[in-house]
């Protein structure tokens, strides 16, 4: 009954490769989001998908690209990746009627990269 | 622009004591306010919000806060704190155009027992 799940939990992997991580909510919300939580716990958006449109994309590389099958799913894909792209990611979801509705947030993924 | 600050990097305290952490948006317009939780290990958990109304919000596990719109302020507070509440508390504003939530740097709060 996890409201919004993510996997993996842990990903290490080295300089150069591809990876992706996959988040899904069962809430029925109509946006999804991917935050990004640095070595000092600084958390920042990347990217939130609505309807299946890319509302956002705040600075990120274009190394990296959210891709959502469907409104419960939003994947997020690296190529290439590099030292610093070392963090924690956290999918989150919310319903975007109005502007008030919080947002709930998955367990997060920790990326290393060596 | 519109950002989130937390005035406290790192707070220490013996259980039982009372808690502040401060948090100043510098955005107008409406104003939707979180603090949100992150025990070790663990994602991060709503402990209330503010949308509008009554300025005094409660939370979940005896937390509140207090909108003050002249201070741009949501401080967050818990009269006795518990050795359970060691986390990162993070303070949080919808940005402008309703589609992300700008956050501050985050509070380490540490509580010995």
């Known amino acids: 009954d996890t409201a919004v799940s993510q996997t993996p939990k842990y990903l290490v992997t080295q300089m150069g490769n591809d990876k992706s991580i996959k988040c899904e909510q069962n809430?029925?919300?109509?946006?999804m989001y991917w935050y990004k939580q640095d070595s000092k716990k600084f958390l920042k958006i990347m990217f939130s998908?609505?309807?299946?449109?890319?509302?956002i994309n705040e600075t990120v590389p274009n190394r990296f690209s959210p891709k959502s099958p469907d409104k419960a799913h939003l994947n997020l894909h690296i190529n290439s990746l590099e030292l610093g792209d070392s963090a924690v990611y956290f999918c989150?979801?919310?319903?975007?009627?109005?502007?008030?509705?919080?947002?709930?947030f998955g367990p997060g993924t920790r990326l290393t990269v060596l | 622009a519109q950002s989130v600050s937390q005035h406290n990097h790192h707070v220490i305290l013996s259980e039982a004591a009372s808690l502040e952490l401060g948090c100043n948006y510098s955005y107008g317009g409406t104003v939707n306010l979180f603090w949100y939780v992150q025990y070790p290990g663990q994602h991060l958990q709503l402990l209330l919000k503010y949308f509008s109304g009554d300025p005094l919000v409660k939370g979940i596990k005896g937390f509140e806060a207090e909108f003050i719109k002249s201070k741009f302020s949501f401080n967050l507070r818990k009269p006795s704190v518990q050795w359970s509440d060691t986390a990162e508390y993070f303070c949080a504003g919808r940005n402008q155009a309703g589609t992300a939530l700008i956050f501050g740097k985050g509070t380490t709060l540490s509580v010995s027992s």
């Open positions: 998908y609505n309807n299946k449109e890319l509302i």
């Open positions: 809430l029925g919300h109509d946006t």
């Open positions: 989150a979801s919310s319903q975007r009627t109005g502007k008030g509705n919080e947002q709930f």
